[in-house]
T-cell receptor, first 112, second 116 residues
Framework: DTAVSQTPKYLVTQMGNDKSIKCEQN?????MYWYKQDSKKFLKIMFS???????INETVPNRFSPKSPDKAHLNLHINSLELGDSAVYFC???????????FGQGTRLTVV | AQKVTQAQTEISVVEKEDVTLDCVYE???????LFWYKQPPSGELVFLIR??????QNEISGRYSWNFQKSTSSFNFTITASQVVDSAVYFC?????????????FGTGTLLAVQP
């Protein structure tokens, strides 16, 4: 059983489209995150949620909208995709602010 | 500001050599957590270790060991008798607590290539 799972693993789309990435965790964690890894492998947090409440919104363009229907799911919707959005997006979860985050396998988004 | 520096961009070793990956951090917090993650060529991020700021004991797990020194703000990672399967990008990270969540501040990673 995969602890943190994301779908899809690969996503190729045209500029201007809207797309969603889904994330689910079966660890019973209260906290979920989205991180972005750019082409130079640099990892940076985008959002964090605790019990469906948005805690961190790290100056991400408002074309990115996370949605947490329940504490086991955190989806990422992106409107009007741009070339610069091409990256690997990682979902993660942790029990609380002091514990390690477990990451999904990543979604490689390519905007053409 | 919180910052993590991994000065070694790439390291290449031959199998069975020992290798140390350096990590230096900056924080004003007195309580903080440090982590190491491994990203193999398949792309996933694998948690390796978490260490809190009050525990400076070195840790050993099989061929892996970690040396945490607050005096030099370093949290270095050593792989003993490296193997080809250790080839990966290794990230050091510092945790900044925010509400009931945390924000991992990652270093830029060190690409380790272990040659057979």
């Amino acid at each position: 059983d995969t602890a943190v799972s994301q779908t899809p693993k690969y996503l190729v789309t045209q500029m201007g489209n809207d797309k969603s990435i889904k994330c689910e965790q079966n660890l019973g964690h209260d906290t979920m995150y989205w991180y972005k890894q750019d082409s130079k492998k640099f990892l940076k947090i985008m959002f964090s949620y605790n019990n469906k409440e948005l805690i961190i919104n790290e100056t991400v363009p408002n074309r990115f909208s996370p949605k947490s229907p329940d504490k086991a799911h955190l989806n990422l919707h992106i409107n009007s995709l741009e070339l610069g959005d091409s990256a690997v997006y990682f979902c993660a979860s942790s029990q609380d602010e002091n514990t390690e985050a477990f990451f999904g396998q990543g979604t490689r988004l390519t905007v053409v | 500001a919180q910052k993590v520096t991994q000065a070694q961009t790439e390291i290449s070793v031959v199998e069975k050599e020992d290798v140390t990956l350096d990590c230096v951090y900056e924080t004003r917090d007195t309580t903080y957590y440090l982590f190491w993650y491994k990203q193999p060529p398949s792309g996933e991020l694998v948690f390796l270790i978490r260490r809190n700021s009050f525990d400076e004991q070195n840790e050993i797990s099989g061929r892996y060991s970690w040396n945490f020194q607050k005096s030099t703000s370093s949290f270095n990672f050593t792989i003993t008798a490296s193997q080809v399967v250790d080839s990966a990008v290794y990230f050091c990270a510092l945790s900044e607590a925010r509400g009931a969540t945390n924000k991992l501040i990652f270093g830029t990673g060190t690409l380790l290539a272990v040659q057979p």
